[in-house]
Structures are given as C-alpha cells and as structure tokens.
C-alpha cells in the first residue's frame, strides 16, 4: 500500500459512494487507474466491504451501553465471539486487559430491550457477571472501520 492507496481509502470513507472519477481528481489519477487500485484492495482484502451508516437514532436503536464483561476462568476469545454474536445488540465488543475479559457495546431501542440484551449475555455458561455503563450522550464518533 502507498499514499495513493491511502487516500483512495481515505476519500472512500468520507464517501464509500465516490465515484472513480471524483476520487482521481483529488489524487491525480485516471478513473481507470483508481478502479484498478480499488479493485486490488478488494481482492486483497484490505477493502472488505462496502456498507452504509444508519443514524441510530432515526433507526430506532438510540439506547446504548458499554458493558464489561467478567468470566468464570479462563475464557477464549472465540467462546466470547460465539456468545456475543448470538446477541444481534451487540455492536462492537473486544477482549481488554484489566479485570474485566471483555468490553462489549450494546444498541438497543429502549431500556427494555437494553435489559433483555444484557441477560441474553449474562445467561451463557462462562459469564460472571456484568457492568454496565449506559450512555447518555454522544461525545464523538469517528467511524473508521
């Protein structure tokens, strides 16, 4: 990957709608040349996907939470991925150091489904117990993914 390939990715993230044409014009490149450059990262996989954003609140989904995560033992990470992927809630979660084993980010539509969410999560065999941290209001949000 070189500085092009950079800021192909760079605009495609302002707008994965770009067209190949307006992106050239920015980097110096033919609509061609940035085709083929997009397409190399795509069959590379450093591209892999392409998806839009919903406003979450507009999509109903404007209760969240960050939730740590405390295990029975020793846990691995692909037991937490097949208990947190059985929760379509759960938006973003990761394993963390500290004593928490995991950080999980949970969108819901209100507080009820909130609470539901959570003890699908605290129901699986492995996990202890919870923290949660209910978010009031949204500081910033850099989508960078």
């Not at 937490?80 to 992927?85: A, F, P, T, V, Y």
């Not at 065999?125 to 923290?131: A, F, W």
Request: proline residues 3%; charged residues 25%.
């Amino acid at each position: 990957m070189d500085n092009l390939d950079r800021s192909i990715l760079d605009l495609l993230r302002q707008n994965a709608r770009a067209g190949y044409g307006d992106i050239g014009s920015v980097i110096g490149l033919s609509a061609s040349a940035v085709k083929r450059r997009v397409d190399r990262l795509v069959s590379d996989r450093v591209i892999r996907g392409f998806t839009i954003q919903v406003d979450p609140a507009v999509d109903g989904m404007s209760t969240e939470a960050y939730v740590e995560l405390f295990c029975r033992g020793t846990v691995a990470p692909e037991e937490l991925l097949r208990i947190l992927s059985g929760v379509p809630e759960v938006v973003d979660a990761g394993t963390v150091t500290g004593s928490a084993d995991a950080m999980v980010h949970i969108r819901a539509r209100d507080i009820s489904a909130l609470e539901i969410a959570l003890e699908k999560v605290r129901l699986a065999p492995n996990v202890d117990h919870t923290r949660s941290a209910i978010v009031l209001s949204r500081l910033i949000h850099r989508a960078n993914d």
